[in-house]
């Protein structure tokens, strides 16, 4: 019976590799509210991109084909959530449509290179073998005008025709934008011939009511929590955070118990840290770097000296 079940997670596993080996991944990065979904279009038909992952949408022919939006979050921590795929069941259902729709281009959009790769990861796919920033295809005047708008008015893009849009989440629904952009080579932006395609303008609930931020103190006492539930062994001695428009980089300062599984456990240590406070408070995790201060030496241990 053992031997069945293995066997069939061995095939299951082989046959996923046999799908996706097809799948040609793209990741577009950029900061939030730099216009990434507004260009979008403009990267699919430069790259003949069938599908795209979009705040936690599949989109494909401009319609919306499994996933739900995390503009309709009514927080900003379950906006990202959402845009991680954080839940298990969300993330299962995108995966279950990936692996039947046959997609051979799909492109991630993301705020950094860790977040699209983690969501590739998340929904079973390869990871992006080409990586475009938003900087590479708009100009620094684009992605200001882009800003201010996210900033003032709270608009967000969601890549598709408002019909969608207006069948899926009439709530957020705010308004439609055509944009003609070159068929030809859209980082020249020659526009003497091209295609028109819609997008949808939304306002999410979360960004009528403002952003939510945690504070360095809170999310301090959360490391410090995970580091004791992960091994109450090891003693914080000092939590440094930094913060970008990618996320959050973490520095913590321990001292540890002596041992031969030192290595491992420091690393278990990290992806603790980085899985429990993304999955709870939605925030992102750019990088967790731990310091050894001290490395304890336990009674037994001394008298072995």
């Given at each position: 019976m053992y031997y069945n079940k293995i066997v069939k997670n061995i095939n299951f596993i082989q046959k996923l590799e046999q799908i996706f080996s097809k799948i040609t991944v793209f990741a577009f990065v950029g900061e939030s509210g730099t216009g990434k979904s507004f260009h979008s279009k403009q990267l699919c038909?430069?790259?003949?991109?069938?599908?795209?992952?979009?705040?936690?949408?599949?989109?494909?022919?401009?319609?919306?084909?499994?996933?739900?939006?995390?503009?309709?979050?009514?927080?900003?921590?379950?906006?990202?959530?959402?845009?991680?795929?954080?839940?298990?069941?969300?993330?299962?259902?995108?995966?279950?449509?990936?692996?039947?729709?046959?997609?051979?281009?799909?492109?991630?959009?993301?705020?950094?290179?860790?977040?699209?790769?983690?969501?590739?990861?998340?929904?079973?796919?390869?990871?992006?073998?080409?990586?475009?920033?938003?900087?590479?295809i708009a100009s620094p005047e684009e992605i200001e005008k882009a800003k201010k708008s996210r900033q003032i008015e709270g608009k967000h893009v969601i890549p598709v025709p408002s019909i969608e849009v207006k069948r899926n989440y009439p709530q957020i629904f705010s308004d439609s934008i055509r944009d003609f952009f070159s068929k030809k080579n859209i980082f020249r932006r020659n526009n003497s011939s091209g295609k028109l395609v819609e997008k949808s303008i939304v306002q999410p609930e979360f960004s009528k009511k403002g952003r939510l931020e945690i504070s360095e103190a809170a999310l301090i006492q959360m490391v410090m929590n995970c580091v004791q539930e992960c091994d109450p062994e090891i003693t914080v001695k000092k939590v440094s955070i930094k913060k970008d428009s990618r996320g959050y980089k973490l520095i913590v300062t321990i001292d540890a118990p002596f041992g031969t599984q030192l290595t491992g456990k420091v690393h278990k240590l990290q992806q603790y840290i980085?899985?429990?406070?993304?999955?709870?408070?939605?925030?992102?995790?750019?990088?967790?770097?731990?310091?050894?201060?001290?490395?304890?030496?336990?009674?037994?241990?001394?008298?072995k000296e």
């Open positions: 038909e430069e790259y003949k991109i069938e599908s795209i992952i979009d705040d936690g949408l599949l989109i494909q022919d401009e319609k919306i084909i499994a996933g739900r939006s995390a503009k309709k979050e009514k927080t900003y921590m379950g906006a990202v959530r959402v845009a991680l795929f954080d839940d298990k069941e969300h993330r299962d259902s995108v995966a279950k449509v990936l692996r039947k729709s046959h997609i051979k281009r799909i492109m991630i959009i993301g705020t950094s290179e860790k977040m699209v790769m983690k969501i590739a990861t998340r929904l079973q796919i390869p990871q992006p073998s080409k990586i475009i920033h938003i900087e590479d980085i899985d429990k406070i993304e999955s709870f408070i939605g925030i992102l995790i750019e990088d967790v770097s731990i310091i050894i201060d001290k490395i304890i030496m336990k009674d037994k241990d001394k008298d």
